[in-house]
């Protein structure tokens, strides 16, 4: 019915085409291969369900069921399970548009990519769409905003600094602080409550802060609790007030996901995937309406990408600086 229509598919930002499923375990994936309800494609790595019974299955493994029927799970490496965006969808449309910033730091770009689909870059002067390369110089525009954002430059931000192969604040160094006696997640959780008591000024409804979410209990204090916004948080007015932040991530994509894009040749860009979302994060606040805000942004790594992307001209340059 969709084919048959011809539809304009609109996107109000991009979609996460390719995620972990994380709903059985290793066990489980086993005896599915095993018992032949479940088999790779020959062409592609989606699973194929093969009803095994005359009647159809009522059981346990009833919703990878229903997403085999839908194409919508891949076996990665011969044991991971990823759920996937069906690229048929897609394609019943005329024309699709997403509406965007980065989206070359997507995983939605590589996800495309990896199907051979392309796509045209575009934007927006004087309410016309043009061509995305002839308009891409943001030098004013980040002279201003360079203007109305405060970054803590300041000790409180060593927590972050790397050292040898560390990659602090990343979500593998928070489980790691979780398993020891003296943990510095601790330093950190006073130091984000000294920037909004001390450095910062702000009342507690002022603040918004993230982390990923098995460490908020963790990290959450005084004055600032309240104001966790998911390190993924996109496209909604609904924080716009909040005028300081703290931003207590060093953000990588999945590495399941990056090998299963390299897997098809298409190479991930993981500080542009990063920058993008931090980028998504901190315009949740009044910067979106060109009101000053004030940043900690302890990992070094997140903070310097921040830096870059302000005093790049435009985006290609900063993927030729990133790449």
Avoid at 284 to 303: A, G, N, T, Y
């Amino acid at each position: 019915m969709l084919r048959e229509r011809r539809y304009v598919l609109i996107l109000d930002e991009v979609m996460e085409c390719v995620s972990k499923y994380n709903a059985l375990s290793d066990h489980d994936i086993k005896v599915l291969l095993k018992s032949g309800y479940v088999s790779p494609c020959e062409n592609t790595s989606n699973l194929i369900w093969s009803e095994i019974d005359d009647d159809k299955y009522i059981g346990k493994f009833g919703a990878v069921r229903h997403l085999c029927l839908n194409r919508k799970l891949d076996l990665y490496g011969g044991k991971v399970l990823l759920e996937t965006f069906p690229i048929e969808f897609l394609n019943c449309f005329s024309e699709v548009y997403i509406l965007t910033y980065l989206f070359k730091g997507s995983a939605m770009s590589s996800y495309l990519k990896a199907h051979g689909l392309t796509y045209e870059m575009l934007t927006i002067q004087d309410n016309k769409i043009k061509p995305w390369s002839e308009f891409c110089d943001e030098s004013s525009r980040k002279r201003d905003l360079r203007g109305l954002i405060t970054i803590y430059e300041g000790p409180m931000n060593k927590i972050g600094t790397k050292i040898g192969q560390s990659c602090p604040l990343s979500s593998t160094w928070y489980d790691t602080q979780a398993t020891q006696k003296t943990s510095a997640i601790a330093s950190l959780k006073a130091s984000t409550g000294h920037y909004f008591k001390k450095v910062a000024d702000t009342r507690a409804i002022d603040n918004a802060w993230t982390v990923f979410k098995p460490q908020v209990k963790r990290l959450k204090g005084d004055g600032y609790s309240k104001g966790w916004i998911p390190v993924n948080c996109r496209a909604t007015n609904q924080y716009i007030d909040k005028r300081s932040l703290a931003y207590l991530c060093n953000v990588f994509h999945n590495p399941t996901i990056v090998q299963y894009f390299k897997q098809r040749g298409i190479a991930f860009n993981q500080d542009l995937y990063a920058l993008s979302e931090m980028l998504q994060w901190i315009w949740r606040s009044q910067i979106r309406r060109c009101d000053p805000i004030h940043l900690f942004i302890p990992s070094e790594r997140m903070r310097g990408l921040l830096y870059l992307w302000l005093n790049t001209r435009s985006t290609p340059e900063l993927i030729r600086q990133l790449s």
